[in-house]
């Protein structure tokens, strides 16, 4: 079972306490739930936000999206077109281009948030300087009924006991990483996007009539927002592409320089959303991914990207030397109908409620629902447990994500924190991080002393050395 049920409640603010936080109230995730990050590589933990905080964003993105882009969430119909100028994604997962508002910025800065993550880091990641060999040495005396210490890559053993269930006598080399011990009491934010997917059978009607009736200085804006422009330009000869899609099966690392430290701009092994919506049934804009794959994932990659029996296009086995179709752009790896589909058949709905919190691991497969369709025969999130609120995001069915996340305080990215935070203080769009941004964003419209404007600094404590101020 990947979801959690567990109530967390949030703890009281640590005051002037920065993200070296010594002293705090007990641990917000329970063994259990570590245990299940452990073995699936997916967590889910409800009630991060309470149902006052979950209205208050919903109202937040409302009117984000009314004032910057001018989408009525109530009429979507008549207004849903103008968000393919929020997506640099050409509408892939309903992912939208939204980075700084208040509303998301605290969602993205909460201290329950980083406390879960920092106890993840903790449990599930070597930090403290060990190598490969060691773990690899460690689980082959585990496997001959040995202890030798280095079973749970942890710093004692009242933080072994919260692994113990999943690595006793189980290879722990999945922990390891190539970026070296750091404090798991410090981090920073990745300024990340949110996810506004709305159904599928609105996109594809949207589509059809930005196809047939859109002002052509529109069709010039969707065009340069298009990767492949002799598609574009076939376009009135192909069928109509619906406005949003789903996004495809990935992984958000390179498999072949996973543990290569070249080249990289960021280590973020861990992943993370805050649920708007009640996202529980399957085929309804939702996350899935592949549990466990994490503990496979380094064999997988050593094995050419295949498991024993994967077959290629033509029925024969890839060799490990044979090149995958589906290389990596930067950090994103695509996933291959053909070539990966053993992984593609085992990818999972993962249930979750309005103010949840989803985290995996980087190595997990993952992306969200082909399709987003209407609960099937008549049934609501209400007959699965789901919360009840007001129609504030409309009745359309839409669903609303904040991405959000952390990185451990390694040296790549006390790098990449401060290009990051040169962004913020000019509200420009995230210019590294693999965030798929438009290139002919203006990249000089700085302020020339990158003055920090005062509506800017409405963070927290916590907020602002999490931003890197």
């Known amino acids: 079972m990947v979801s959690s049920n567990q109530m967390v409640t949030a703890p009281e603010n640590s005051g002037r306490n920065n993200t070296n936080i010594t002293s705090e109230p007990s641990p917000p995730l329970t063994p259990q739930q570590i245990n299940t990050y452990l073995r699936d590589g997916i967590l889910v933990v409800d009630n991060l936000l309470s149902c006052e905080e979950i209205a208050n964003a919903q109202c937040g993105l409302v009117q984000t999206l009314k004032e910057e882009y001018g989408v009525d969430v ?44 920092r106890q993840l880091w903790k449990e599930a990641y070597c930090h403290n300087g060990e190598n490969i060999e060691e773990l690899l040495e460690s689980t082959t005396l585990m496997d001959n009924g040995f202890t030798t210490g280095l079973e749970n890559c942890a710093a004692n053993d009242e933080d072994a006991d919260a692994g113990k269930e999943i690595d006793s006598n189980s290879d722990a080399t999945f922990k390891w990483h190539p970026f070296g011990a750091f404090d798991c009491n410090k981090g920073y934010m990745y300024i990340d996007r949110i996810g506004y997917r709305i159904p599928t059978k609105l996109a594809v009607s949207i589509g059809k009539q930005l196809n047939n009736n859109m002002p052509q200085s529109i069709q010039q804006q969707k065009s340069s927002n298009a990767k492949n422009q002799k598609l574009v330009q076939k376009k009135k000869k192909s069928k109509p592409r619906p406005i949003q899609r789903s996004l495809t099966p990935h992984f958000d690392c390179c498999p072949e320089k996973y543990h290569d430290t070249n080249n990289k701009n960021k280590w973020r092994p861990i992943q993370c959303f805050v649920s708007l919506t009640d996202n ?116 359309s069915g839409s669903r609303a994500v904040v991405y959000c996340s952390f990185l451990p305080d390694v040296q790549v990215n006390r790098s990449f924190v401060q290009r990051q935070l040169d962004d913020w203080k000019i509200q420009r769009a995230p210019r590294v991080g693999d965030r798929w941004i438009r290139q002919e964003d203006n990249s000089d419209a700085a302020d020339p002393d990158g003055t920090i404007r005062e509506e800017q600094v409405n963070l927290s404590e916590l907020g602002k050395r999490l931003i890197g101020l």
């Open 74 to 117: 109530h009429d979507l119909e008549g207004t849903g077109h103008k968000l393919v100028e929020a997506s640099s994604t050409n509408g892939a997962g309903g992912v939208l281009d939204i980075f700084y508002p208040e509303w998301k910025m605290k969602i993205a800065t909460n201290e329950t948030l980083f406390r879960m993550t």
């Open 280 to 395: 529980l049934q399957p085929n309804t804009g939702g996350f899935e991914g592949v549990p466990g794959f994490h503990r496979e994932f380094r064999s997988w990659v050593e094995n050419g990207r295949q498991f024993s029996s994967s077959p290629g296009d033509d029925g024969d086995d890839l060799s490990p030397q044979q090149p995958h179709p589906q290389q990596c752009v930067g950090e994103y790896t695509h996933l291959s109908p053909s070539f990966d589909r053993d992984i593609m058949q085992r990818m999972q709905h993962i249930p979750v409620r309005a103010g949840s919190v989803v985290f995996w691991d980087n190595r997990i497969p993952h992306g969200n629902s082909y399709r987003n369709d209407p609960p099937v025969n008549g049934i609501s999130n209400d007959d699965y447990g789901g919360t009840t609120f007001t129609d504030v995001l409309g009745t």
